[in-house]
C-alpha cells in the first residue's frame, strides 16, 4: 500500500505582489481643449500568509513547491480608476509549524490553533496617479510615481505536532498496535524495529463525545537527544504533548530489561527538555499475554517504584481500563 511521504521541515521562499504603477494619463474630451490629469493610483500587491489547517497534517506541499510568489497589482488608469489590488496568496500549514528566518535562525512565529494566521510578506503599495500633483499653478502635471516592490523573505519552517497525549518507547515496544486500539488511527505495524518512521496521530472519542489526540510518535534509542536512530524526529514532536504515555514492553522480547528500557527513556526526555519531567505521565505495560512478562513486572516495580497499568496491545486485555485512565488524566 502507498503511504504519503511525511515532511515536518521545509525551506520557503516568498515574494509578495509588487505594487501597481500610477498613471499619467490625462481627460480627452470633446470640446475640450486642455483636459486636466485624471490618472488613477496603482493597486497593492497581494499579501503571502500562512493558516494553520486541521487538515493539513505535513510539509510536503511546501517541500516540494519551496518559491511562492503573490499577484502583482494592476496599474491605475484614466478617469482616476484605481489599478486592480494583487490577490493575496493564503498557504495551509499544519497546526504547530515554527516560522524561522532561514539565515539567522530567528523565530518568527509559533502557528499552532486552528485558523491562526501570519503574515510573511506584505504586497508593494500602489503607485500614485498624476491625479495627486494637480494645483492652480500645475495644472498638466507629469509626475507618478511606481508602484513598491512586495516584501521578499527566505524562511525555515519546522513542524511540531500538536497533540494531547505523546505515546513514547523503544521500537517494538508496541505503540502503533496500542494506538490502532484506542484511536481512529491505522499506522502500519510489524514486528521489526522503526516501523513507524513518522508521528501518525489518532483520536479518542469518549462516551461524552470529548476528545483527545494521541501521538505515536517514532521510537527512540539510547541518546536520541544527541540525534542517534530517529533522534530529534522523535523528539521535536514531544514537545508541545500535554501529557505522556511510557509505554513499556514488559516482555524483553529485543533483549532489554523493562526497567532500564523506564529509566532511559525518562533519562533521553530529561537531557532533551528538562521540562518534560513535569509533565503529568502515565506507565503501561505492554504484552501481558507473554509467559515471561509477570515476572518481569515484579522486577520492574521492585526496580523503579512504579506500578504500571497492565495491557496487551494483540489481544486488547486492560485497553478499556486505559482509555478509563488516559479520560481520568485529562479531566484531572
Known amino acids: 500500500m502507498k503511504t504519503r511521504k511525511f515532511i515536518d521541515s521545509a525551506v520557503l521562499s516568498a515574494k509578495a505582489g509588487n505594487g501597481g504603477n500610477g498613471s499619467a494619463s490625462f481627460r480627452r474630451e470633446k470640446f475640450v481643449a486642455k483636459g486636466g490629469p485624471d490618472g488613477g493610483d496603482g493597486g497593492r500587491g497581494g499579501h503571502i500568509t500562512l493558516k494553520a489547517d486541521r487538515e493539513t497534517d505535513s510539509l510536503i506541499g511546501i517541500f516540494f513547491s519551496p518559491v511562492r510568489k503573490a499577484e502583482h497589482g494592476g496599474p491605475g488608469r484614466r478617469q482616476q480608476m484605481h489599478g486592480k489590488n494583487g490577490g493575496d496568496l493564503v498557504i495551509k500549514v499544519p497546526r504547530g509549524t515554527l516560522v524561522m528566518e532561514a539565515e539567522s535562525g530567528e523565530v518568527l512565529a509559533d502557528i499552532v490553533n486552528e485558523g491562526e494566521e501570519f503574515c510573511i510578506a506584505h504586497g508593494g503599495k500602489g503607485g500614485r496617479g498624476n491625479v495627486h500633483w494637480k494645483s492652480s499653478t500645475h495644472q498638466a502635471p507629469t509626475e507618478q510615481t511606481n508602484g513598491e516592490p512586495g516584501e521578499e523573505v527566505s524562511l525555515k519552517l519546522e513542524l511540531k505536532l500538536v497533540a494531547d497525549i505523546g505515546l513514547v518507547g523503544f521500537p517494538n515496544a508496541g505503540k502503533s498496535s496500542l494506538l490502532t486500539k484506542i ?7 510489524a514486528a521489526y524495529p522503526f516501523t513507524t518512521l513518522n508521528p501518525i496521530i489518532g483520536t479518542i472519542i469518549f462516551e461524552n463525545y470529548t476528545r483527545a489526540t494521541v501521538a505515536d510518535i517514532p521510537g527512540l534509542i539510547k541518546d536520541a537527544h544527541l540525534g542517534v536512530g530517529l533522534g530529534y524526529s522523535f523528539l521535536r514532536h514531544i514537545e508541545r504533548a500535554h501529557y505522556i504515555i511510557y509505554v513499556i514492553d514488559m516482555a524483553g522480547t529485543d533483549g532489554r530489561e523493562p526497567e532500564e528500557d523506564y529509566r532511559n527513556l525518562r533519562e533521553e526526555l530529561k537531557l532533551y527538555r528538562g521540562d518534560l519531567m513535569r509533565r503529568p505521565s502515565l506507565v503501561v505495560s505492554n504484552k501481558m499475554d507473554c509467559p515471561e512478562s509477570a515476572e518481569k513486572l515484579a522486577t ?9 497499568l497492565q495491557i496487551s496491545a494483540e489481544t486488547g486485555e486492560g485497553i478499556d481500563e486505559l482509555r478509563d485512565a488516559i479520560f481520568g488524566m485529562l479531566n484531572t
Open 183 to 189: 484511536s481512529d488511527a491505522h499506522p502500519r505495524v
Open 300 to 308: 520492574f516495580i521492585q526496580e523503579t517504584g512504579e506500578t504500571p
